[in-house]
């Protein structure tokens, strides 16, 4: 079975730039987390998702920030306009309710570099 | 104070040796704790689960959990250089059903 899959698995921008990362959950999977990790900051819980719907968005650091998911099979993350602290790996989960408890299973992440 | 504490290390011991994990946390409805293991420029991975007080083991790996001093622990026994990863502690905080709260990590080097 695939894996989580993220896209692009590194992106260059430059300052003021819109950047959109793409995940595609594990099929059958009902929850979506998306994390950004830095060395300051650690692994960082941005938002959530329960079957389709954003349920918790209190880690998404300002406006600039946005996310969607469309249907089952395929989230963005959106920053706009991206700024050089945005840089940092951002990871896409996913989990199902009928699995082993709160089990996540993560994507390759995408290495983020804003210039 | 961090909601989830970890030594951020590095640990190291030599292959072979017991390597103990440690980690703290402030939140005491805390039910559910993980570990995950994340080596180098890829994603973490849960290698062990553990909801009750006491002990849960899985091959070389054991878990520790003390609720009432809301602490967790991980031991790898009988080392191995391809254990050399950081590891990190994740809870669930109180009142969420489904988010995880990570440490910091703590990054052990297994020396051959």
């Known amino acids: 079975d695939a894996g989580v899959i993220q896209s692009p698995r590194h992106e260059v921008t430059e300052m003021g730039q819109e950047v959109t990362l793409r995940c595609k959950p594990i099929?059958?999977?009902?929850?979506l987390f998306w994390y950004r990790q830095t060395m300051m900051r650690g692994l960082e819980l941005l938002i959530y998702f329960n079957n389709n719907v954003p349920i918790d968005d209190s880690g998404m650091p300002e406006d600039r920030f946005s996310a969607k998911m469309p249907n089952a099979s395929f989230s963005t993350l959106k920053i706009q306009p991206s700024e050089p602290r945005d840089s940092a790996v951002y990871f896409c989960a996913s989990s199902s309710s009928g699995g082993a408890r709160f089990t996540q299973y993560f994507g390759p992440g995408t290495r983020l570099t804003v210039l | 104070q961090k909601e989830v504490e970890q030594n951020s290390g590095p640990l190291s011991v030599p292959e072979g040796a017991i390597a103990s994990l440690n980690c703290t946390y402030s939140?005491?409805?805390?039910?559910?704790f993980f570990w995950y293991r994340q080596y180098s420029g890829k994603s973490p991975e849960l290698i062990m689960s553990i909801y009750s007080n006491g002990d849960k083991e899985d091959g070389r790996f054991t878990a520790q959990l003390n609720k009432a001093s809301q602490y967790v622990s991980l031991l790898i026994r009988d080392s191995q250089p391809s254990d050399s990863a950081t590891y990190l502690c994740?809870?669930?905080?109180?009142?969420?059903?489904?988010?995880?709260?990570f440490g910091s990590g703590t990054q052990l080097t297994v020396l051959p």
């Open positions: 099929s059958g999977h009902d929850y």
């Open positions: 939140d005491r409805g805390s039910q559910s």
């Open positions: 994740a809870v669930t905080p109180s009142g969420s059903a489904r988010q995880l709260t």
